[in-house]
């Protein structure tokens, strides 16, 4: 009783279904549904985190992203060029740069930057200031790579026709090839932009005052104080999601919209 | 056959033309010599077409011109300028030479009159106003004043390159180089290209052509320049080098140009 190819394939699917029925019907019936409503979905309790949730930890994360971003952007553009400057020493200084931010976890830049900046010189950088250059930092590298890809892939013409109707270098970049550039880079960038959303929680490694709360160090915090266990934390990931989420559909948008059209 | 001056026709209309002078221009791409001792001279006003097989140095050549590309030794004079000067004040020079490319390279991101004022307003200086007076007018001179608010992706092939030539004329130049303008056309647009250049020749612009389009060559160009492996091999009057090459080089290109369709059966 040979099976054609395409009964085969719909056997091997009923398998693949039946399969995943049983695993959930087993995971359901093993799980302590008491314990876990208690301390996973225990939302009665977690009335006390709002509305400061949204107004101080959903507000501080947008801003740490933010500031993170505009020097990420700004860290990565320039580095970006360096890459692609006919200037040995340019190119290395920024390879070194990459390299070693995307190296490294981004947690550590935050500790060398919350503590070891203050150690070794002596200053005292306020949290958001923190915030700013480690996120920044380690956006640069990575925001750096996607830039360089994105000026390459302007077409050389484009820099020939600038240059042959009198623009120098620098105008023909700024003008010409750098909006091209960001064009085609949006929904790598985007995606970065979501990256970054993310590690702005990193910032609970350093002590915070309750006004500079983000959604983590709510979510932490309600662990602690709110006897739900982990359910605060499930609220602070619902709000990452409600940034990130859009972000995601933002960029998708974007990549749909570069594929219509080039301008 | 070197130092030959190209004569001017008798053109109406007050042009600033710039003439070129090219002398012993020799260029390499590490071992593989692609000029090899070019001499040309263009007159202010005369038109002259660049022709020969791929790979034989015209696009170089003409690149060379404006700087494009950066050549090895020789010497390149523009109206006032020596290219070849390495203090000469390079984006000065090329505000006076336009340039038109095979691919357009039109801005996307600009429609057609930004794309004339773009280096209008950044590099001369002219306000928006003044700036979009002299693209109007250039988009009107090649046809396509009505399509002004086109962007590149909108209009065809042919249409984008007419807007490119009209950009390189809002910058006022005295010299225009134009690099198979019409390679990447299809067939159906080559003529409208082809007749705003024959306009543009009649009035008095000088032109340095590089061409497989022997019909506009001997028609508008006063003077045709063959070239093959990196060397002129024969250059003159329009159309006695189409009509009538004295060398054999140019006679077997001429002939695989003219009727491509002919072959010749060798053992």
Sequence with gaps: MAMTARQRARVSLYVQAGIFVVAMAALILATDWKTVTDNVFNFGKIGPMFPDIILIGLKNTLIYTFLGFIVGLSGGLLLALMKLSTFPLYRWIATGYIEFFRGIPALLVFIAFGYGVPLAFGVQWSVTVVVMVSLGMVAAAYIAETLRAGLQAVPKGQMEAARSLGMPMWRSMVTIVIPQAFRIVLPPLTNEVILLTKDSSLIYVLGLTASQYELTKFGRDGISSLGAGLTPLLVAGAFYLVVTIPLSLLARKFESRSARTKR | ?267
């Excluded at chain 2, 004569?7 to 390499?28: E, F, Q």
């Excluded at chain 2, 593989?32 to 790979?55: F, H, M, R, T, Y």
């Excluded at chain 2, 140095?57 to 000067?85: M, W, Y």
Aim: charged letters at 25%; glycine letters at 8%.
């Design chain 2, 1 to 267: 056959m070197n130092d030959v001056v190209i004569p001017s026709r008798n053109h109406t209309g007050p042009v600033h033309a710039a003439g070129v002078s090219i002398k012993d221009l020799r260029k390499s791409y590490g071992s593989n010599e692609v000029l090899k001792g070019i001499s040309l001279d263009v007159a202010p006003g005369a038109v002259v077409c660049l022709i020969g097989p791929s790979g034989s140095g015209k696009s170089t050549l003409l690149r060379c011109v404006n700087l494009l590309e950066q050549p090895n030794e020789g010497t390149i004079h523009v109206g006032g300028f020596e290219a070849t000067d390495l203090d000469v004040d390079i984006d000065k020079m090329r505000r006076k030479v336009g340039m038109v490319f095979q691919q357009f390279n039109l801005f996307p991101h600009l429609n057609a009159l930004r794309n004339c004022t773009i280096a209008q307003t950044k590099v001369l200086k002219r306000s928006q106003a003044a700036a979009d007076k002299v693209a109007q007018a250039n988009l009107d001179r090649v046809g396509l004043g009505h399509l002004a608010d086109r962007f590149p992706d909108q209009l065809s092939g042919g249409q984008q390159q007419r807007v490119a030539i009209a950009r390189a004329l809002s910058m006022d130049p005295e010299l225009m180089l134009f690099d198979e303008p019409t390679s990447a056309l299809d067939p159906e647009t080559v003529g409208d290209v082809l007749s705003v250049m024959r306009n543009l020749a009649k009035e008095g612009m000088t032109m340095l052509v590089v061409t497989h389009e022997m019909g506009f060559a001997r028609e508008v160009a006063d003077r045709v320049v063959f070239m093959d492996g990196g060397v002129v091999v024969e250059e003159g009057v329009a159309e006695r080098v189409i009509s009538n090459p004295t060398q054999g080089r140019t006679k077997e290109f001429l002939k695989r140009v003219l009727d491509p369709t002919h072959i010749e059966i060798s053992e």
